[in-house]
């Protein structure tokens, strides 16, 4: 079945340590993005990337950095420089056009202690 | 830069009545999408409904149904003969037609269907 993949779903860190995040899909979709969820706040834009080797920061890029070596993988590397990581962290999906439709994975939930 | 606002952080209705989430948005392009997004206790975003902001007929999806108002930027869901599975955080949001594709959400509403 077609779809996109995060794992893991949970991740635990400590403080100061850089962890990545996976996220695949086998949709064949050109662009991917990376959101964070917090509460009260929605979702908010971190990375997004429409073509392979190219990406584009988001709204709250600072202490993130990504990766698009391939058209199927869009990994998050979370950095020590995040003053605030713990959130769940979302991953989607689309055609070129992002007006039909994006898919989205399950979430990965950050917590770091 | 564009904003989308959710003025309902939470509301609550009982089964198959009918309920309606406001959204407001800004924006100084003419040429655009908006989108409502439920998400369920599992966390897995869903589209609900989608509506062109060049068209001017109201989409509908089953028991959801939008009512788009340019002019007042404005862009609510209606769910008729809501169900017990409604139950979710629903988000607005807003993409440009051209340039940058990227969604721009709102803080979502917490509707809870109640039996």
């Known amino acids: 079945d077609g779809g996109i993949t995060q794992s893991p779903k949970y991740l635990f860190r400590k403080e100061g340590q850089n962890v990545t995040l996976s996220c695949e899909q086998n949709l064949n979709h050109d662009a991917m993005y990376w959101y964070r969820q917090d509460p009260g706040q929605g979702l908010r834009l971190i990375y997004y990337?429409?073509?392979?080797?190219?990406?584009q920061k988001g709204d709250i890029a600072e202490g993130y950095s990504v990766s698009r070596e391939k058209k199927e993988s869009f990994p998050l590397t979370v950095t020590s420089a995040q003053k605030n990581p713990t959130a769940f962290y979302l991953c989607?999906?689309?055609?070129?056009?992002?007006?039909?439709?994006?898919?989205f994975g399950q979430g990965t939930r950050l917590t770091v202690v | 830069a564009q904003t989308v606002t959710q003025s309902q952080p939470e509301m609550s209705v009982q089964e198959a009545e009918t309920v309606t989430l406001s959204c407001t948005y800004d924006t100084s392009e003419n040429n655009y999408y908006l989108f409502w997004y439920k998400q369920p206790p599992s966390r897995q975003m869903i589209l609900v409904i989608r509506q062109e902001a060049y068209k001017q007929q109201n989409a509908t999806e089953n028991r959801f149904s939008v009512n788009f108002q340019k002019a007042a930027k404005s862009f609510s869901l209606k769910i008729s003969d809501s169900q017990l599975g409604d139950t979710a955080m629903y988000f607005c949001a807003f993409m440009k037609g051209q340039g940058a594709q990227k969604l721009v959400f709102g803080q979502g509403t917490r509707l809870t269907i109640n039996p």
């Open positions: 990337s429409q073509i392979v080797n190219d990406f």
């Open positions: 989607a999906s689309s055609k070129q056009n992002m007006n039909t439709e994006a898919f």
